[in-house]
DNA sequence: GATGCTATTGCAACACGTTGCATCTGACAC
DNA sequence: GTGTCAGATGCAACGTGTTGCAATAGCATC
């Protein structure tokens, strides 16, 4: 009932990031010279200083292992993030990870949902806001789309006027191919 | 972050069911004589018999709760059936019933989704399918009703095929009023 | 009613995530 | 550079749910 655990294509590539990542000097995160506007934690250390919070080694590292899934799928467990820190800095706590999200999630750095299972998926920004289709039958994850979330969300937001959080939503269901391979699953 | 707890207004209730349902003679559960149809469990020992399973006191216990519940909202967690169990039953173990669980949906007597907050909530059947808002402003919760489903089931299962379990679904985000009232949460 | 098989139970340990609290430290003021 | 203080950390305990395993007990059979 569990056990479709994603691989980590890019858990070792974590490990040949950049130089100077992992040591205690300022990394590129530091850079608030305004040319990496490319990237949305380009100016964090700023962002939370503003905000009267603050830049600590945690928060660097968990950046640095958000940065690296951003250009991957985008999708981690909080498990798989605390492996990510853990490969970084050994000595990374879990509610240290958890709480440091919460506030990035008050950035807007990442979102959360829940999967199918229950548990909670983190999505790094930017990305278009989008909803997750699960399938009980085999296992699979897709994204809903923009075109299917208009139509999707029109249908809730037009009968009652609730507005929905598109990035928390996940459906579960069976794809195309097991739905036609058992097709009385769910009479 | 946690706390929008839902009062258990049927709790006391449980304890004044109609006499003979806390005994340890056959309760009206045990009545296979076919007047009873209209509860999808009446026949549950025989059926759980017919797939080599056993009815024990524990999964009699766990059925009388889900009995009241269906006669109220039918949307529980986890934990308050376990509490109810214990108001039935003190020794009643979290492990068992959670087990039990899993059999009924086995044999749609209940279904499980995940709330908002990942927590497990059980729906007892026999009702219409239906799927959940939440709002994370006010922590209300609404059904899908079928004429939203229709087209929200649509939109997905019409552009690749995927079959929702529209009973899984749980929409997050914020309600007309909180929506009005915070125009520029999510921009 | 007695017997035997095996589903089920109770228990303990585990997994993921949250929370309370004492301690530490980033960052601002001087 | 030093002092100050609120935000952050580390740790332990907790909450909800799952899993492995030995012991128990339904229930089919005789």
Do not use: K, N
Request: hydrophobic share 40%.
């Amino acid at each position: 009932m569990r056990g479709a655990r994603a691989e980590l294509p890019a858990a070792a590539a974590i490990l040949e990031q950049p130089a100077g990542a992992a040591t205690g000097e300022p990394s590129t995160f530091d850079d608030v010279s305004g040319e990496r506007e490319a990237t949305p934690w380009a100016d964090l250390p700023s962002r939370l200083r503003a905000r009267g919070l603050r830049w600590t080694p945690q928060r660097r590292t968990l950046l640095e292992v958000l940065e690296v899934l951003a250009g991957t799928t985008g999708h981690v467990t909080g498990v798989e993030l605390i492996e990510r820190c853990r490969a970084l800095d050994p000595t990374t706590i879990p509610s240290t990870v958890y709480r440091t999200l919460d506030v990035l999630e008050d950035l807007g750095i990442v979102r959360h949902a829940h999967g199918v299972d229950g548990r909670e998926e983190f999505h790094v920004l930017p990305a278009i806001e989008h909803g997750h289709l699960h399938c009980t039958g085999c296992q699979g994850a897709w994204e809903i789309g923009p075109d299917e979330a208009r139509t999707l969300v029109a249908a809730i937001e037009g009968s009652r006027g609730f507005r929905v959080d598109l990035s928390h939503l996940s459906v579960a269901g069976l794809c195309a191919d097991c739905a036609t391979s058992s097709p009385e699953v769910r009479p």
